[in-house]
Each structure stands twice: as C-alpha cells, then as structure tokens.
C-alpha cells in the first residue's frame, strides 16, 4: 500500500504571495523518495476555525501535516484549530514546557512564550537528536496528524524526523527524452500507457525561447515494479520511429 499524505499550510502571507511555498516541493520530493506519496495540499488562514475545517477535510488521508502557526505571536493558531478539529480539550504539555524553560533560561515564562507549550489533550511528542542541530521544541503529533513549523528549514529538519514512518514499499522511475513535437508522440505515449497499465505514464513538453524550432518531451514511467519498468523502457524504444532522436534522460533506479 502506498501511503498517503496530506498537506495543511497555514498562513495568510501563502494565500497573499507575500511568501513564496517552500514546503510542498520539499515534502513532495521526500515523500517521493520514500515511497510515498503527497495526495493533497489545502492553505487556509490563521483563524482556527479555518484550519479545524482544513483538518477535517484531510483526515481521510493515512497521514496529515501541518506547516506553520505554532510560534508565540497572536495569529499562531495551529495548535487551538487542531484541537477543535478533533474536539479535544488544549493542555499545557509538561515537556514542551521544559523545552522552553530550557531554551528560554526560566522558569518564568511569558504569556507569549507559554503559548507555545499548548498541544492537544493526549498529544504524542517526538524528542529532537541531542544536540539539536536545529529547533528547540519536539515536535508534536496527535493521532494521524504531525505539527510543523512553517520556517522552510525547520519544516526540512522535523520532517526528517518523522519521514521513516510515512515509508512505502520502493518507487522506481526512468526518463527518456524525444525531441519531437508532443502531439506526433501523443499515440505511442497512449499505447505505453495502456499496455503497462500498472506504471505511471507521464509527458513534459520543454520549450526553449532561444531555439522556437526545437522541440523535446520528456516521458517518465514510475512503478513499484522494477522488471515492469524495464519492460516498458524498452517496449518505448522499440516504438521510436529510426528518424526521431532520442536520448535516456534516467535509466531505472530507485526515486
């Protein structure tokens, strides 16, 4: 089975292009590698009740993320939409807090600072490697679902905390570049497609403003059979008419 994950960016600076999406291209690629698969991506504002709708929304995926709206400032309300999604009572979590009192050098933390310690009643926490490259708090998770920082490096650095449980079995992939035009190729892509129905199919025109005459698509196979895979890479080249040219962008191998 291949997992499936779901994405829930909260932000009002993502939905107004004031910050450009690092994450979704980070974790698609991870989860790629890993045999898994990111099936969904919502943004909604920092209003919990939004991000409670977000959350519902997703939760009939195997796995849902979150990114950003767990820091100390007034529109930080991942943690609070989270909790009204699953109708679970807030708590200070004891161990988010002596993260903090360590970070902070305290035991007299602010109002601000506290915030941070809130999580969902039976929340489930992932100690940081010690020392911490990066961060101070462990991340949090309840049930099915993972709470990230939406800073693009903190997101990169916990998600690699958590990336072995979101594993499905390999993925391998293969490329080959045909430089004609996509719709001279449309009927043999649709032939590989229909013939290797178990693999996935794909074709990328690529244009280049300095050469308007020339033409190239780029058609990538990915499976989780590996002898299929080699199959079709050959049953593809054996298909290419003797006067297109052609080149192997990636033989088979592991995503």
């Not at 462990?138 to 800073?151: S, T």
């Not at 449980?165 to 570049?177: D, H, N």
Request: one cysteine or more; a negative charge.
């Amino acid at each position: 089975m291949i997992p499936e994950v779901a994405l829930l960016m909260v932000g009002h600076e993502l939905l107004t292009g004031a910050v450009q999406d690092l994450n979704t291209p980070y974790l698609a690629r991870a989860l790629y590698s890993q045999g898994a698969k990111l099936a969904k991506v919502e943004i909604v504002e920092d209003d919990p009740k939004a991000i409670a709708q977000g959350v519902k929304e997703l939760l009939s995926y195997d796995y849902l993320l979150t990114s950003g709206g767990l820091g100390p400032t007034h529109d930080d309300r991942t943690v609070e939409g989270v909790a009204l999604a699953l109708g679970r009572p807030l708590q200070y979590h004891p161990q988010l807090r002596l993260a903090l009192e360590r970070h902070y050098q305290t035991t007299d933390l602010s109002k601000a600072q506290l915030q941070m310690a809130l999580a969902p009643q039976g929340a489930q926490l992932y100690p940081l490697p010690e020392p911490p490259t990066l961060g101070f708090l462990p991340l949090v998770k309840v049930d099915k679902i993972y709470l990230l920082p939406g800073v693009p490096r903190l997101f990169a650095y916990y998600c690699q905390l958590i990336l072995p449980e979101l594993s499905g079995p390999p993925l391998y992939r293969s490329a080959l570049t045909i430089y004609e035009r996509e719709s001279l190729l449309a009927p043999l892509i649709a032939r590989l497609a229909e013939r290797f129905a178990t693999l996935t199919v794909g074709s990328y025109p690529q244009y280049d403003a300095r050469q308007p005459n020339l033409f190239q698509v780029s058609i990538r196979l990915e499976g989780r059979d590996s002898s299929q895979l080699q199959a079709a890479l050959s049953y593809l080249i054996s298909q290419i008419p003797s006067a297109w040219r052609w080149e192997l962008e990636e033989a088979p191998a592991k995503a």
